[in-house]
């Protein structure tokens, strides 16, 4: 290696240790992702405001929850609860293949069973959606009266009526033991999440506890499916308001900062100002409900034109709180002066008693995490990861290529001079023309002298020639004089018999052979 290309890896080696050093000791980015989740203390994570949790709720009891809505409140794991699931599917996948292979025996058997079909199914739906007990026990009295009836007319309406009674019995006595598991329970159950979803499952069950007397605190921007549900049930629905427009910093217009305060006349002294890029968000009552079951929705804080941002809606003996400003329960809004107090203010409508805050929606379920959530949580680890990922595929298309590419052997040329040699030997034996092979070995021996010895024209009968050959090869005079004889021979001789030319042929041998040593 010289000198040269030492000096250059060694600067490419300083190089690099230098970017790596610049690049570990480089302030980290600011990240402005909204998550909203408890670990994060970025700007738009809810660390402080989970950390100040129990000193803003008067309890020393927070709990984080990692279990979706229907474990938490009914107890059960989530392994009994898939299961669960996936049997009552089954049955009604049963349950429809019956159905489907039966044939009614009337029209009016039909429509019978419809009739009880349906009762049933209202019967069942009802006390997983009403907290009433009075409600319920006068749902359940009507299905059995009606399946009474229907029973009379047909023996096949009986068995169908048998069946969807018990099934009733069986949904009364899940009824009872969810109910049992909502009593034992008594925490605030609070969401801050940008979108609130829940199942099937789990929004009957979570207005049954909100209607036994507990409280539901839920911020959010997005109402999925289930959370436009919910807003049905309470009579409320959202909308987006076109805000007034500012001159941003490149130009284009955005939204205008949002001034919101609470309507309580003991607490409408401060104004908060949020950005309105994220509050424009309001609650207002739903057309197409407009008679809750428990009164309409109560404003407890609304913008500058009284369009509510926080609702309080009574269910049951409890009530659901609503609110579509998840920014203001984030680090920067709780650490900044201005806006620190609305989240504590919200939240001081709660009753002083353990609280469940959800992380199920935003980090799923604890233990279903990824194998790789280490090295997806630094941004450094998973890049290298993804160009680990991208190298190992690039090599391999590489590869493959090669590999697929069949590159032929080519075989070297074989040395045909010795093949050459012995043909030409045969045709002059064949030929007996053994006068031409003798000069040419002549020659060959004069061209030998001429390049060993630079004895360029030698004469063979010259006595100092002979003489000074044999000091020259160190070759004894008497063998020197009878070779030498043997080619003058040779030259002179009209023709040659095999054993001249095998006699010729073995004295130059000999000669060279003696000289080489």
């Known amino acids: 290696m010289t000198m040269n290309l030492r000096w250059y890896l060694g600067g490419l080696l300083l190089l690099f240790a ?4 610049l690049e570990y000791n480089r302030p980290k980015p600011i990240d402005w992702t909204p998550t909203l989740v408890n670990k994060d203390r970025i700007p738009y994570g809810t660390y402080v405001l989970y950390d100040q949790l129990p000193r803003l709720l008067g309890t020393d009891s927070v709990a984080t929850s990692r279990l979706p809505i229907y474990n938490q409140l009914s107890g059960l794991s989530l392994e009994t609860s898939e299961a669960m699931a996936e049997a009552r599917q089954r049955t009604v996948v049963e349950d429809n293949s019956t159905e489907r292979t039966t044939e009614p025996d009337s029209a009016a058997n039909s429509d019978a069973t419809s009739a009880t079909d349906s009762t049933a199914t209202v019967a069942a739906a009802e006390p997983s959606e009403t907290a009433d007990p009075a409600t319920d026990e006068e749902t359940n ?16 309406s009986d068995s169908t009526t048998v069946a969807e009674d018990e099934e009733g019995e069986d ?45 539901v605190f839920i911020v959010a921007e997005n109402f999925g499916e289930a959370g436009q549900k919910l807003l049905d049930t309470l009579g409320l629905d959202v909308r987006r308001v076109r805000l007034a427009t500012r001159r941003g910093p490149r130009g284009l217009p955005v939204p205008d900062s949002v001034t919101i305060r609470f309507t309580n006349p003991a607490l409408a002294g401060p104004r908060y100002r949020l950005p309105g890029t994220d509050a424009d968000l309001r609650f207002e009552a739903d057309s197409a409900h407009p008679h809750p079951a428990y009164g309409p929705a109560r404003s407890l804080a609304a913008d500058a034109q009284g369009r509510p941002v926080l609702v309080r809606c009574a269910y049951g003996q409890g009530f659901v709180y609503l609110c579509t400003l998840p920014i203001a329960f984030t680090n920067q809004f709780v650490l900044r002066p201005a806006t620190s107090q609305f989240a504590a203010t919200a939240l001081s409508y709660l009753p002083a008693r353990a609280a469940w805050w959800d992380e199920y929606q935003k980090q799923g379920r604890l233990g279903n995490q990824s194998l ?43 040395n045909t001079t010795l093949l050459f040699t012995r043909t030409v030997a045969s045709l002059y034996r064949q030929g007996r023309s053994h006068g031409p092979i003798a000069e040419k070995k002549i020659g060959l021996f004069l061209d030998y002298l001429r390049n060993r010895f630079q004895e ?15 000091q020259k090869s160190g070759v004894a005079r008497p063998r020197v004089d009878e070779l030498l004889r043997l080619v003058n021979f040779a030259r002179t001789a009209p023709q040659l018999n095999d054993q001249q030319l095998l006699q010729l042929s073995k004295a130059l041998s ?8």
């Open 18 to 21: 230098a970017y790596v050093a």
């Open 456 to 470: 360029p024209s030698p004469e063979f009968g010259d006595e100092a020639f002979r003489e000074r050959l044999s």
């Open 171 to 215: 949904d009364e006595e899940e009824g009872d033991w969810e109910t049992e598991a909502l009593l034992r329970t008594r925490p605030n159950y609070l969401f801050v999440n940008t979108s609130f979803t829940a199942t099937s499952a789990d929004l009957p069950l979570l207005l049954r506890y909100a209607a036994l007397g507990r409280n």
């Open 372 to 414: 790789l959530r280490l090295v997806t949580s630094h941004e450094a680890l998973n890049t290298a990861w993804y160009l680990l990922i991208i190298g190992g595929l690039l090599f391999v298309l590489v590869e493959a290529r090669r590999r697929q590419r069949i590159i032929p052997t080519i075989k070297p040329l074989p």
């Open 510 to 517: 000999d000669f060279r052979r003696e000289v080489s040593r």
């Open 141 to 156: 009295s009507s299905s059995a009266t009606e399946a009474d009836a229907e029973s009379v007319t047909a023996e096949a």
